[in-house]
């Protein structure tokens, strides 16, 4: 059988390293033969971010694939039943068998159960991804109603260090011109 492995994280804290190697390992065991290894990094939310499942669903229809390799189905998406139903369909139209580690059912080829769980599990998906929004939501209408700063501060995700400085050093200087504009009206305001 060949597989493809696809492993998706929502944020750059989190790795794939950690679904591949456990996704390899159970492939390994079922005698099965790992083709092509395709991780992203992307909200499973946000259409068109998606660019690796793109391309495992295109290959998938010249048929390089016998079996497509998860760590969970909603790995694949939380968007809802509708569209873990699709994914799960268009594979099996190009021939391939979507296998979820976690959900040992997706082995099974009982048709109606199987096709039964796909939806519940893609429900309880979406349902956990919406109340983590909910929750997110909450916390920021509070820190904002205790006027809290919501966000990072400036420039603390710059990867290059130089730039990271430039901007700092550039808003430093902005803020100094600023103040010594206040001062310099303040003084004028003063004279009169």
């Given at each position: 059988m060949k597989v493809a492995i696809y492993a998706r994280v929502s944020t750059e804290e989190q790795h794939t390293d950690n679904q591949v190697s456990v996704l390899e390992k159970f492939a390994a065991s079922q005698g099965w033969d790992v083709v092509k290894i395709y991780t992203e990094e992307a909200s499973a939310w946000r259409a068109g971010h998606q660019k690796e499942l793109k391309e495992l669903l295109n290959r998938a229809s010249y048929h390089e694939y016998d079996m497509?390799?998860?760590?969970?189905?909603?790995?694949?998406t939380r968007q809802g039943i509708g569209h873990i139903m699709q994914l799960v369909n268009t594979f099996k139209q190009y021939g391939c068998q979507v296998i979820s580690q976690q959900e040992s059912w997706t082995h099974q080829n009982d048709g109606?159960?199987?096709?039964?769980?796909?939806?519940?599990?893609?429900?309880v998906a979406k349902f956990e991804s919406e109340r983590r929004s909910e929750r997110i939501k909450a916390a920021l209408a509070r820190k904002k109603a205790n006027g809290e700063r919501i966000g990072r501060a400036p420039g603390a995700k710059d990867v290059?260090?130089?730039?990271?400085?430039?901007y700092l050093k550039r808003y430093d200087d902005r803020r100094k011109i600023a103040s010594g504009k206040k001062m310099i009206?303040?003084?004028?305001?003063k004279r009169k």
């Open positions: 497509v390799l998860v760590w969970s189905l909603d790995r694949l109606m159960m199987v096709d039964l769980l796909y939806a519940i599990t893609a429900w290059q260090p130089r730039k990271r400085l430039g009206l303040s003084r004028l305001n």
